[in-house]
């Protein structure tokens, strides 16, 4: 299990680090004392998980996850109750709250190895995806007001632009992220996502019907019953992709 510990307070990074090393089966990678620290070691590392703390001075460890393209699995640690809370709505794998106790954590290392168990089986049956592009069991991370989910890109259906926004439609949420449609285009892999039109992103495991419409273009209706124009240059793509 290889394993980055983010947090601001260098004591508690260390006391974190000699519990995690009494494991053997934990490698931890480095730490991190900020965000941008963070975020450099994350891209470079390559970690399967971090210890994260919520509350640190300019930015926060949610702010860390929405400028993450891929996002690890993810333990919040925290010295405060709501913020603990806060993060266990967001679904996050787990909280730890300090001082850490060792046989929470031993409980929560048992969690972090089924899950990653279930994930390597996941990719062992999906189709080899080049690294640098974010496939079906990949996760993001989404924040709208106080509201907060780690949405696996295989439940979401569709990226929809508006502005300098994409809406994220997955179950009966539509959260909107700060980022641009063309960027989460390029990193997105194709074989699963396909850029119907100038706004529109669409899951293709959703797609539900086919229909031919004007002037040489398409409508698909999704499962989750949107409807939405393929434009006719991307039309001829599309047929190809899906074997039509």
């Not at 074989?191 to 040489?216: C, D």
Request: proline content about 3%; glycine content about 4%.
């Amino acid at each position: 299990m290889r394993v980055l510990v983010v947090d601001d307070e260098r004591l508690a990074r260390k006391e974190l680090i000699n519990l995690l090393n009494q494991n053997q089966n934990v490698e931890v990678l480095g730490e991190a004392a900020n965000v941008d620290d963070a975020r450099e070691k994350i891209e470079n590392l390559q970690p399967e998980v971090i210890f994260l703390d919520i509350q640190m001075p300019e930015k926060t460890g949610f702010d860390l996850l929405e400028e993450l393209d891929h996002v690890p699995l993810v333990v919040f640690i925290t010295a405060y109750d709501e913020f603990a809370l806060q993060a266990f709505q967001v679904n996050a794998l787990d909280y730890l709250l300090k001082p850490i106790e060792p046989e929470r954590l031993t409980e929560t290392l048992r969690k972090l190895d089924k899950k990653l168990e279930e994930l390597k089986k996941e990719q062992a049956e999906t189709v080899e995806t080049p690294k640098s592009k974010l496939a079906l069991n990949d996760q993001v991370f989404v924040k709208d007001g106080d509201k907060c989910w780690f949405v696996k890109l295989a439940n979401v259906r569709l990226f929809e632009s508006d502005g300098n926004y994409i809406k994220v439609y997955f179950e009966n949420n539509k959260p909107m992220i700060h980022k641009s449609l063309n960027a989460l285009d390029e990193r997105l892999d194709e074989k699963s996502f396909f850029r119907a039109s100038r706004k529109h992103i669409i899951n293709l495991s959703w797609v539900e019907t086919i229909e031919p419409w004007f002037n040489g273009g398409l409508v698909v209706t999704l499962k989750g019953g949107e409807r939405i124009e393929v434009s006719r240059r991307q039309a001829a793509r599309f047929k190809d992709l899906m074997s039509l």
